[in-house]
């Protein structure tokens, strides 16, 4: 831009140097006269000019070094750097191109699917986000102070199919869901069905994706195997595990399974599909030949669908089973090790149901 009168010099040069993705360094220069008797133009100041992606003002003022909103901007978010020298007669302007940090939102994700063995259509979550940026002039990531959208959308789909998948919202705060309510449940369920007559089991992707500043940023995702094991058939399954702990939790307290009575039962269960394991509330009552009063113990069984490392830790006994705990387990907690339901170990009776 310039005015009417004098000739206004050329822009030699805009220098503009990024010590960081908060800072700038922006030195003008312009052209000396062509000749050694014409007096050189100053500017009287320099002004200098941020605009973001949308044309709107980030900063504007006469410092050479100056602060960058990095934390206002979008991921590798297009800024303009505009120098400006004022002159008695007009201003000349010069532009420069550079970008914002590039930026991604980490969250840890724990999702349990499904809570109904049948439909397969509910589910929970937890997310634990944080906004990161690239760390300047490295390859390794830094956490950013910012504000995180506290909406996401999640495209679950079944891998290894056609499947397109279908979206449904999700909070930062976490919830549960119901995939019913969105389209292509059907079609969904179709392919997840498919996947389960040809291996029997589906490879679930949960892919968060949320819109940050400039455009979409992927937030996370959690791939959930699925296996299409009926609620009875598991309830059967737990109830084969919980005979077979407490078969090996009467050969620790009491050096056999046999010669006694014994009884195990399963109060409550749960099975995790992100794990493939189960989570079960068991008690153990048995009462030793010769012996009037029964031994009770409860405990938390948790196991591999497979019986793999399998544990017990202790809840609640009665006196003589709390002495017979102390007197042979360090701790609460007894490792079970593999447990294999197949094989039967002692003569444990299973109830609770």
């Given at each position: 831009?310039a005015?009417?009168?004098?000739?206004?010099?050329?822009?030699?040069?805009?220098?503009?140097?990024?010590?960081?993705?908060?800072?700038?360094?922006?030195i003008?220069?312009?052209?000396?006269?062509?000749?050694?008797?014409?007096?050189?133009?100053?500017?009287?100041?320099?002004?200098?000019?941020?605009?973001d992606?949308?044309?709107?003002?980030?900063?504007?003022?006469?410092?050479?070094?100056?602060?960058?909103?990095?934390?206002?901007?979008?991921?590798?978010?297009?800024?303009?750097?505009?120098?400006?020298?004022?002159?008695?007669?007009?201003?000349?302007?010069?532009?420069?191109?550079?970008?914002?940090?590039?930026?991604?939102?980490?969250?840890?994700?724990?999702?349990?699917?499904?809570?109904?063995?049948?439909?397969?259509?509910?589910?929970?979550?937890?997310?634990r986000?944080?906004?990161?940026?690239?760390?300047?002039?490295?390859?390794?990531?830094?956490?950013?102070?910012?504000?995180?959208?506290?909406?996401?959308?999640?495209?679950?789909?079944?891998?290894?199919?056609?499947?397109?998948?279908?979206?449904?919202?999700?909070?930062?705060?976490?919830?549960?869901?119901?995939?019913?309510?969105?389209?292509?449940?059907?079609?969904?369920?179709?392919?997840?069905?498919?996947?389960?007559?040809?291996?029997?089991?589906?490879?679930?992707?949960?892919?968060?994706?949320?819109?940050?500043?400039?455009?979409?940023?992927?937030?996370?995702?959690?791939?959930?195997?699925?296996?299409?094991?009926?609620?009875?058939?598991?309830?059967?399954?737990?109830?084969?595990?919980?005979?077979?702990?407490?078969?090996?939790?009467?050969?620790?307290?009491?050096?056999?399974?046999a010669?006694?009575?014994?009884?195990?039962?399963?109060?409550?269960?749960?099975?995790?599909?992100?794990?493939?394991?189960?989570?079960?509330?068991?008690?153990?009552?048995w009462?030793?030949?010769?012996?009037?009063?029964?031994?009770?113990?409860?405990?938390?069984?948790?196991?591999?669908?497979?019986?793999?490392?399998?544990r017990?830790?202790?809840?609640?006994?009665?006196?003589?089973?709390?002495?017979?705990?102390r007197?042979?387990?360090?701790?609460?907690?007894?490792s079970?090790?593999?447990?294999?339901?197949?094989?039967?170990?002692?003569?444990?009776g299973?109830?609770?149901?």
């Open positions: 831009m005015g009417c009168g004098a000739r206004l010099p050329e822009v030699e040069s805009l220098q503009v140097e990024q010590p960081s993705w908060d800072s700038l360094l922006v003008l220069r312009f052209e000396e006269p062509a000749s050694i008797t014409a007096t050189p133009l100053r500017p009287r100041h320099v002004i200098v000019t941020l605009f992606a949308n044309y709107d003002t980030l900063h504007t003022g006469q410092d050479s070094i100056l602060f960058v909103p990095d934390g206002l901007l979008g991921s590798n978010e297009p800024v303009l750097v505009e120098a400006c020298g004022v002159f008695d007669a007009g201003s000349v302007c010069e532009q420069r191109p550079i970008h914002a940090s590039p930026k991604r939102i980490d969250t840890e994700m724990e999702v349990t699917y499904p809570l109904d063995p049948v439909e397969m259509a509910r589910g929970s979550y937890k997310l986000p944080r906004l990161r940026r690239a760390r300047f002039g490295a390859s390794d990531w830094e956490d950013l102070e910012g504000t995180i959208p506290d909406s996401v959308e999640a495209l679950i789909r079944v891998l290894d199919t056609e499947d397109q998948g279908i979206r449904i919202p999700m909070r930062l705060a976490g919830g549960r869901f119901d995939l019913r309510q969105a389209p292509g449940y059907r079609d969904y369920r179709f392919y997840l069905l498919s996947a389960f007559r040809e291996s029997g089991e589906a490879n679930v992707e949960f892919r968060l994706v949320t819109k940050y500043r400039n455009g979409p940023l992927t937030v996370g995702s959690k791939l959930v195997r699925v296996n299409r094991k009926t609620e009875e058939e598991q309830a059967s399954e737990v109830s084969r595990l919980a005979e077979a702990a407490g078969n090996r939790l009467l050969r620790t307290l009491s050096g056999t399974a010669g006694r009575r014994a009884y195990v039962f399963v109060n409550e269960w749960e099975y995790v599909p992100d794990t493939r394991r189960y989570r079960a509330e068991i008690e153990l009552h009462r030793p030949l010769g012996r009037r009063n029964w031994r009770e113990i409860v405990g938390q069984l948790d196991t591999g669908e497979e019986g793999d490392r399998a017990f830790t202790l809840t609640r006994a009665n006196d003589e089973a709390q002495r017979r705990w007197g042979e387990v360090s701790g609460d907690v007894l079970l090790d593999d447990l294999n339901p197949s094989q039967s170990e002692g003569e444990t299973r109830d609770g149901w």
